[in-house]
């Protein structure tokens, strides 16, 4: 749960900062957070998923 906490903060952080950036109008900023936000929520999928699964295959052994 504590995981799944932090890595929703840190997603409003990101949406947070590039709405800032917008409206400062510095667009290269806007996209560099948008792009690690995404890659940010890709990677942390990705390990949710993975700690899931192993926690599943730990219950079938």
């Not at 990101?14 to 560099?32: F, Q």
């Not at 995404?38 to 993975?50: M, P």
Request: charged content about 10%.
């Amino acid at each position: 749960m504590v995981t799944v906490v932090c890595i929703a903060s840190v997603i409003i952080g990101t949406a947070a900062l590039e709405k800032r950036y917008v409206a400062h109008g510095d667009a290269a900023a806007a996209r560099t957070v948008k792009q690690f936000g995404r890659w940010f929520l890709i990677g942390s999928g990705a390990y949710v998923v993975w700690v899931w699964a192993v926690a599943v295959l730990a219950l079938i052994a």
